[in-house]
């Protein structure tokens, strides 16, 4: 079935760093790819809505400065976390869709940030 | 924007067991899906409905539009199906909201 690999699984960088976060769709072609953050104990919360070719939408309080949304082609989005300070340790988790509006969810395995 | 409430938070069963995890939102939807998140923190989309039943191995979803309720039973429970299963709403060309989830955890 359909596949959507998220990588790194886990990262720790120093404050002030920049991390890559890249999120594939392996069989499918990727229309919607959306970026979600998790705190410990907490729900899942989007972050953004990226559509192939264009612009992210980020969800209200969510500085697109600071998490740079890329996606360039239909099978890959990046999400960058500049100058990373130690309340962006989170989780991060990519979610994947085709185009039609019933096209299923595909979600990737997530990455932990953590940023000392 | 919509309300997802999740319940119950916590549910501790018998291996057996047949398992009910209910789900309300506040706002019409398109779809709701039932997710399952590992330890791990990895998710695995479970169902996605738009009306009706949906039946998958032990698994059954059923949601009521009208009433804005959805629920994800567990029949024979195992301990294998012991995670965080969260309710999201939305879909399309928009992000979903999440329920904050219910932690099962099924004892031998």
């Known amino acids: 079935g359909a596949v959507v690999s998220q990588h790194p699984s886990w990262v720790i960088c120093k404050s002030g760093t920049s991390v890559k976060i890249e999120c594939r769709s392996l069989?499918?072609?990727?229309?919607?790819m959306f970026w979600y953050r998790q705190f410990p104990k907490q729900s899942l919360m989007l972050m953004a809505t990226?559509?192939?070719?264009?612009?992210?939408?980020?969800e209200q309080g969510v500085e697109k400065d600071k998490f740079l949304i890329n996606h360039a082609s239909l099978t890959l989005s990046t999400l960058t976390v500049t100058s990373a300070h130690p309340e962006d340790s989170s989780f991060y988790i990519c979610?994947?869709?085709?185009?039609?509006?019933?096209?299923?969810?595909?979600f990737g395995n997530g990455t932990r940030l953590t940023v000392t | 924007k919509n309300e997802v409430e999740q319940s119950p938070q916590n549910l501790t069963a018998q291996e057996g067991e047949f398992i009910t995890i209910n789900c309300s939102y506040s706002?019409?939807?398109?779809?709701l899906h039932w997710l399952q998140q590992h330890p791990g923190g990895g998710i695995v989309s479970l169902f996605m409905?738009?009306?009706g039943k949906k039946k998958h191995g032990r698994l059954i979803a059923t949601i009521n539009i009208q009433e804005k309720h959805s629920s994800l039973h567990i029949t024979a429970s195992h301990p294998r199906d012991s995670a965080v299963y969260i309710c999201?709403?939305?879909?399309?060309?928009?992000?979903?909201?999440f329920g904050k989830g219910t932690h099962l955890i099924i004892q031998p």
């Open positions: 999201a709403v939305g879909g399309g060309a928009d992000g979903l909201t």
């Open positions: 990226s559509n192939e070719g264009s612009k992210a939408t980020y």
């Open positions: 069989d499918f072609q990727a229309t919607t």
């Open positions: 409905l738009s009306s």
């Open positions: 979610s994947a869709k085709g185009k039609l509006w019933y096209s299923p969810l595909h």
């Open positions: 706002v019409g939807i398109s779809a």
